[in-house]
T-cell receptor
């Protein structure tokens, strides 16, 4: 089955700097790669996603890149703000199949 | 659109008792729902796939006789934790795929279960 690896597990950045989180996946049939932000005790919140027919997607300060050949995808957050501090999860699926999550990255943005 | 609710949002029960968690799709029909479990400071792990009108599919290592899943209608799936023990204390979250053909899944708000 699918296996998703996520790095780093913790990340501290100064406010205004960029943050990058990387994930790799094992199943070449996976075609949907969402990123979630989760605050303590709450449901995961979708922040951006990308499908396998696209190499890059951007939404304001957030961007995701996908390299299908290498089977890895990355989340980029620019101009980080304290409210970006949370746990971020990457995931992979084949359409409407269950999501397989990475282990998460705890991002701390230091003011 | 595409709202999923869960009830209760939190529950405390005594060891040995059973707890039922409901997951509802409020504005769409969900023939499939997924149940995840999240222990503190860990990731979400799939427990089972709930299918309307048929038996649930459980992931390896998840006891189907302990975690009873019923998907009796197109908008409701229930997870019953039977004979709960403290090690079952966790955050349980359901999700449902949308119906538009897009792969996005919609998560319920989760249920915090504490077994004393």
């Amino acid at each position: 089955g699918e296996n998703v690896e996520q790095h780093p597990s913790t990340l501290s950045v100064q406010e205004g700097d960029s943050a990058v989180i990387k994930c790799t996946y094992s199943d070449s049939a996976s075609n949907y790669f969402p990123w979630y932000k989760q605050e303590l005790g709450k449901r995961p919140q979708l922040i951006i996603d990308i499908r396998s027919n696209v190499g890059e997607k951007k939404d304001q300060r957030i961007a995701v890149t996908l390299n299908k050949t290498a089977k890895h995808f990355s989340l980029h957050i620019t101009e980080t703000q304290p409210e970006d501090s949370a746990v971020y999860f990457c995931a992979a699926s084949k359409g409407n199949t269950p999501l397989v999550f990475g282990k998460g990255t705890r991002l701390s943005v230091i003011a | 659109g595409a709202v999923v609710s869960q009830h209760p949002s939190w529950v405390i029960c005594k060891s040995g008792t059973s707890v039922k968690i409901e997951c509802r799709s409020l504005d769409f029909q969900a023939t499939t729902m997924f149940w995840y479990r999240q222990f503190p400071k860990q990731s979400l792990m799939l427990m089972a796939t709930s299918n309307e009108g048929s038996k649930a599919t459980y992931e390896q290592g998840v006891e189907k006789d302990k975690f009873l899943i019923n998907h009796a209608s197109l908008t409701l799936s229930t997870l019953t934790v039977t004979s709960a023990h403290p090690e079952d204390s966790s955050f349980y979250i359901c999700s449902a795929p949308g119906t538009s053909g897009f792969p996005e899944q919609y998560f319920g708000p989760g249920t915090r279960l504490t077994v004393t």
